[in-house]
């Protein structure tokens, strides 16, 4: 790290996944949020992973710890699956306790409150044999939508994909739209797990059509009539790989796009 001379404790987490090197992995740097950000941004460059976390303690009386999330190329202000992450890990390293911390809520279950970029973003924990196994999340805004500016033509040629090969019909008619909870996506619905698979980010294109859209990250998912969804996101303006998730029950979708409290 140049003339830096220090050594910081860290972990990667593999989430959205039961199984180790599954999933989408995740840095966590458990006490690093008082960290200089061009520092934060070198460790997550370094790091290469779709993001990193950094912990602190919290800035507020409500928080459990202060998360600063990175990609290998930006700050962002708040993203799915480190928020899960940090979660689970906050509720496998911390005491369960009443009034600070993680906060016990009932048998099996924690609540903590993240303080991200975005703002404050409540968390719960589900615990199995005394072990983190499950964790959801409010958003701290409420979910924006914007109608995607582009044709399905377009679109699928974006993506390697034949028109015909976008859209669904599970649970009501899908179209490709921007959206947003606090970190903006360019959602594209696609028919089949096949063609999810089959989907791959034609670069020149997403320059020409998303570089400078207000959602530039490209996601691409399947659910089936069966209940099980899949995806894959690239997003070549934030240094990330794609990733992808496998097709399954969608308990995390539910979790990624939960409701604000009060809306």
Request: charged content about 20%; some cysteine; overall charge positive.
């Amino acid at each position: 790290m140049g003339c830096f001379n220090m050594e910081l404790d860290f972990r990667t987490l593999d989430v959205f996944t039961e199984e180790t090197f599954g999933g989408n992995p995740l840095g966590v740097f458990p006490d690093a949020a008082h960290l200089p950000a061009e520092l934060m941004q070198k460790i997550a460059r370094e790091m290469n992973l779709a993001e990193t976390a950094f912990l602190g303690p919290p800035e507020t009386r409500e928080g459990t710890a202060r998360v600063r999330i990175f990609t290998p190329e930006v700050e962002v202000p708040f993203a799915g699956h480190p928020t899960v992450g940090a979660a689970i890990y906050l509720a496998s390293t911390r005491p369960v306790r009443r009034g600070a911390g993680v906060r016990r809520a009932a048998d099996g279950h924690a609540d903590l409150v993240l303080e991200e970029n975005v703002g404050m973003v409540p968390a719960s924990v589900e615990y199995r044999r005394g072990r983190p196994v499950f964790a959801q999340f409010t958003t701290a805004v409420l979910p924006e939508r914007r109608a995607s500016p582009h044709s399905l033509e377009r679109l699928a040629a974006m993506v390697g994909l034949e028109a015909d090969d976008l859209g669904g019909e599970v649970p009501r008619p899908l179209t490709p739209a921007a959206m947003s909870c606090g970190l903006p996506f360019h959602v594209i619905p696609v028919r089949t797990i096949g063609a999810l698979r089959r989907a791959v980010l034609n670069t020149a294109l997403w320059q020409e059509m998303l570089a400078d859209s207000w959602a530039t990250t490209c996601i691409w998912c399947a659910t089936s009539s069966a209940g099980t969804c899949g995806s894959a996101c690239s997003r070549p303006g934030r240094g990330c790989p794609r990733t992808r998730r496998p097709a399954r029950r969608p308990r995390f979708w539910e979790a990624t796009w939960a409701r604000p409290a009060g809306a």
